[in-house]
């Protein structure tokens, strides 16, 4: 009996923190797409993709929701449930920054400026990675959770390396990005935009690399 609610209890949340990294992951291909538009000057999908991020981060809403309004009071977890919450909002974080990057972008319809625009198109290159494999992290969280195999922690652990790996090489380009925003672009305006707008998109990368932080803490024996 007691097997069987554990099994019960591992197909429910884990699959739908499956779900809600699926829909991460699909949006970090819009937000790519959409970015790399946006450099061009001349994208007529922008507003389009927007769309389409926001109707995602919709759905994720919503999948967060049901996570949170369906565990019962006193189930019990193979993991720690605040850790458990931890990484969920995490994750559900990287969606909100990638809305948040795609909104200030919105804000200069010519593009980014020449100077930068190369510098910022490898940025949002370095975010994507990072996201993308929190759909992995949890598949294969999933899995370990099911059956403690040593040799699934272990594949979970190097994963973690690698995302916090990318971050790191993405808040390399971000802290470099913003000293030659500073040391070539003259109008103070456009120097906000593109501060707060480069801020907002290492900060994708960040989100991903707390969220496997929580994933490590969950792991840990």
């Known amino acids: 009996?007691?097997?069987?609610?554990?099994?019960?209890?591992?197909?429910?949340?884990?699959?739908?923190?499956?779900?809600?990294?699926?829909?991460?992951?699909?949006?970090?291909?819009?937000?790519?797409?959409?970015?790399?538009?946006?450099?061009?000057?001349?994208?007529?999908?922008?507003?389009?993709?927007?769309?389409?991020?926001?109707?995602?981060?919709?759905?994720?809403?919503?999948?967060?929701?049901?996570?949170?309004?369906?565990?019962?009071?006193?189930?019990?977890?193979?993991?720690d449930k605040f850790q458990f919450f931890e990484y969920l909002r995490e994750q559900d974080k990287v969606l909100d920054e990638v809305e948040d990057a795609l909104f200030w972008l919105s804000f200069r319809p010519k593009g980014i400026p020449d100077e930068v625009a190369t510098d910022f198109h490898h940025l949002v290159e370095a975010v994507i990675p990072p996201i993308e494999k929190l759909s992995d992290l949890?598949?294969?969280?999933?899995?370990?959770f099911r059956s403690r195999s040593e040799a699934q922690r272990t594949k979970m652990k190097s994963l973690i390396r690698d995302?916090?790996?990318?971050?790191?090489?993405?808040?390399?380009?971000?802290?470099?990005?913003?000293?030659?925003?500073?040391?070539?672009?003259?109008?103070?305006?456009?120097v906000y935009h593109l501060i707060q707008l480069v801020g907002i998109v290492g900060d994708i990368a960040d989100h991903a690399q707390n969220a496997s932080d929580r994933m490590r803490a969950m792991i840990a024996k």
Do not use: W
């Open 1 to 79: 009996m007691r097997l069987l609610l554990n099994s019960l209890f591992y197909r429910s949340p884990f699959e739908n923190l499956q779900k809600h990294a699926d829909k991460v992951k699909e949006c970090a291909h819009l937000f790519k797409e959409a970015a790399v538009c946006h450099i061009g000057q001349e994208c007529k999908k922008f507003d389009l993709l927007t769309e389409q991020v926001a109707r995602l981060e919709s759905e994720a809403d919503g999948i967060k929701r049901n996570i949170r309004n369906h565990l019962p009071r006193g189930i019990l977890m193979p993991v």
């Open 163 to 190: 995302i916090r790996q990318y971050e790191r090489e993405a808040d390399l380009l971000e802290r470099e990005l913003k000293f030659k925003i500073f040391g070539t672009i003259k109008d103070a305006l456009v």
């Open 138 to 144: 949890v598949s294969l969280a999933t899995g370990y």
